[in-house]
């Protein structure tokens, strides 16, 4: 065992000399005692393997490994007797013989490796799995029947109703084949390895039992029973086998192409045999057909319930998500209503006391200073509160609006008088120019709060001295309405234009404090200006200006006459 | 006997606020009377016959709203300026507010001095 650790690809060095010997068997005359030892070798060398790989590799589970040992090692204890009687003993076996016993042995041990370590795949994904291995066997049992085994049992020759159990045999190996090979989805090497001697064994197997009767002499079909030795051996040596008996875990069994076209040959089998044997003119074998066919069905049926009750179970799953996520947002709601009511009652006591207090005259300086910084913040916390309780609302489909038509020029007019105290406490020139009567289908509130926004930006990043101008024009068309705030304030990097009307995004010159803001201003006149059905943009160069342009549909144009009248 | 100052009542369950209004209103030469929940409101309202009522939307007992029905539908007190204070800004709230016959709705944060002046404007105006 110390020195199979030490070769570095114990695999890989059984597999090439395996197939030397091999090699060697089919250039040894056939039918001769050096033939015969050699392939016992081969045999008993693949039992030694699968023992020594399983005590090195050590897998969590090892009983799989252990009975594919007996199983192997049941053949090769056939092989021998057979060989005994042919090279020691100079005469033909008996029918059936000891060595039948052996062989027949060899395959529920191999059977029942398979099946053990299919117990450790998990359950949803095994019940599919044994489901279509049952359909597939189910299909080639009607087959094995009517084509092998129904003319070998019937038969007057014992010797004959003999390999009748080897194909029965080869059923149960085929059903081990296929549930491993359809259950789980484990791409080990020696995984592989495992399905390909199995494969190897299950095709000589079928090869010999159509032409049978000749046990003891040697032939090509020799090397597909060496191989499933040689590579069985392989497998247990390969270090990957112990991922075989671990547990996978996030696999869904998929029914993937290949697997529907395996299962749709399968379901195809009974009415394809039945026409092929009227072709052959054979006796149709109605029982085992009928038999057959309905036992497909019904596995059919199980195996579209189960996938019923798949789905089922991930649409309950979904719904019950969906209405945690609809609770959720209601909580979100309420919070939020809830949060606002409970900061506004306390900030109406805050800034109604503070109007008290200045409204005296009994506050002299510099008590009278400090009372004003704490109204100028009270009205920044309410404007907070004001704009998310806008955005909150706004996400959940809640803006109301209450669309009226309404002269723009005259809410732009009565944003700009509003703003002109803050631009005069920084002296900044704020001027505004706008065309009459421009008629818009709008909130009131909303575009007042749209102007007072973009106003108060523009004022909030101008530098003292500089200027803010509005202007309010028809486009020539006569179907939309343009809106501009442009200042003269320190603009925005080109990178941040494109993140500008973001929620909760701060331009890189405006963070760190020295201007206050939320980030909410702009994604709010965004909201406010989509629901109107118009769009908005900006133009800035930084250090120089930033110009806001809104554009708007609009409802009816200026009469020329009322323009005149008015200028 | 000199003519009396016209008599006003203010109800709403936080004090602070009621002390702000009702100091608001007398400084402007009203005569006040306060309560703190809206079956006191109406009792104050049936007994007194006041000029206006300013009443908090958020109440115990009775709400302002419900306050605000039960007036609209005693004969005796039609015409009845009532004035809706809330902090609950959502346009359905106001909308509600005026829909069951409210003279003015008045968002939570005012100012004193804005209240004051609506209040003698609706007085002025009946």
């Known amino acids: 065992m110390r020195s199979l650790r030490q070769v570095a690809r114990p695999w890989l060095a059984y597999v090439v000399a395996g197939s030397v010997v091999i090699g060697v068997y089919f250039l040894l005359p056939f039918n001769t005692v050096g033939q015969a030892v050699l392939y016992d070798a081969i045999g008993a060398s693949s039992v030694v393997a699968v023992l020594a790989g399983t005590t090195v590799c050590r897998p969590a589970k090892r009983t799989p490994w252990y009975l594919f040992a007996i199983g192997l090692a049941a053949f090769v204890v056939g092989d021998v007797i057979f060989n005994l009687y042919a090279y020691a003993w100079h005469r033909n076996p008996p029918t059936p013989s000891v060595a039948d016993v052996f062989y027949l042995l060899g395959y529920p041990f191999l059977a029942g490796g398979f099946a053990l370590l299919i117990l450790d795949v998990r359950r949803a994904e095994r019940r599919a799995g044994v489901i279509d291995a049952a359909i597939l066997s189910t299909a080639f049992g009607i087959v094995q029947w009517i084509f092998l085994m129904a003319r070998l049992v019937h038969s007057a020759d014992r010797g004959l109703r003999v390999d009748a159990a080897y194909t029965g045999m080869d059923v149960v190996l085929l059903s081990g084949l296929a549930v491993f090979l359809l259950t789980p989805s484990w791409r080990a090497p020696a995984y592989r390895m495992l399905t390909a001697s199995l494969a190897f064994l299950l095709v000589a197997d079928e090869v010999f039992a159509t032409n049978p009767n000749h046990y003891g002499n040697a032939s090509w079909n020799d090397a597909l029973y060496l191989l499933s030795y040689v590579v069985w051996g392989a497998a247990a040596l390969h270090p990957s086998m112990v991922k075989l008996s671990t547990r996978r875990r996030g696999t869904r069994p998929r029914l993937s192409t290949p697997r529907l076209a395996v299962l749709t040959a399968a379901l195809l089998t009974a009415p394809f045999v039945l026409v092929l044997q009227r072709l052959l003119h054979e006796r149709p074998a109605v029982v085992t057909i009928a038999v057959g066919a309905s036992l497909v069905a019904v596995l059919s049926l199980a195996r579209l319930a189960g996938l019923v009750r798949a789905v089922d179970s991930s649409r309950h799953q979904l719904e019950s998500q969906n209405e945690q996520l609809r609770a959720a947002d209601r909580l979100k709601d309420e919070f939020v209503a809830v949060i606002s009511h409970d900061l506004r009652t306390p900030l109406t006591s805050i800034m109604g006391y503070l109007e008290l207090a200045l409204d005296s005259d009994a506050v002299p300086e510099p008590e009278r200073g400090y009372l004003k910084v704490v109204d100028r913040n009270s009205a920044r916390l309410l404007r907070l509160v004001n704009d998310l309780l806008f955005v909150a609302r706004f996400e959940a489909g809640e803006m109301d609006l209450t669309f009226v038509e309404l002269d723009l020029g005259a809410i732009v007019r009565q944003a700009v008088e509003e703003s002109l105290p803050r631009a005069a406490a920084k002296a900044i020139r704020l001027t505004g120019e706008t065309d009459d009567a421009l008629m818009v289908s709008a909130d009131r509130g909303r575009m007042f709060q749209l102007l007072d926004n973009l106003l108060g930006n523009a004022i909030k990043f101008t530098p003292e001295g500089g200027r803010v101008e509005v202007r309010l024009h028809g486009d020539g068309d006569g179907d939309a309405v343009r809106l501009e705030v442009s200042d003269s304030g320190i603009g925005v990097a080109e990178n941040d234009q494109l993140h500008l009307f973001e929620r909760f995004f701060r331009a890189s010159n405006t963070r760190g404090g020295t201007v206050p803001g939320t980030g909410l201003g702009l994604y709010i006149a965004r909201a406010i200006v989509e629901a109107h059905g118009g769009t908005i943009g900006v133009d800035s160069r930084p250090g120089k200006g930033t110009c806001f342009r809104v554009d708007l549909p609009l409802v009816r144009e200026p009469a020329p006459s009322a323009a005149e009248f008015v200028a | ?126």
């Open chain 2, 1 to 126: 006997m000199r003519d009396a100052a016209p008599l006003v009542v203010v109800a709403d369950d936080a004090g602070d606020i009621l002390a702000l209004v009702q100091t608001a209103l007398t400084r402007a030469g009203y005569e006040v009377v306060t309560a703190g929940d809206g079956e006191a409101a109406l009792r104050l309202i049936r007994e007194r016959r006041p000029a206006l009522a300013l009443l908090d939307v958020s109440m115990p007992k009775l709400d302002g709203l419900g306050v605000l029905v039960q007036v609209r539908e005693d004969p005796s007190l039609a015409g009845l300026p009532v004035i809706l204070l809330s902090a609950l800004a959502q346009e359905s709230d106001v909308e509600r507010g005026y829909s069951l016959g409210a003279s003015k709705y008045v968002r939570k944060p005012f100012s004193p001095r804005e209240l004051v002046s609506i209040v003698g404007e609706i007085l002025r105006a009946g």
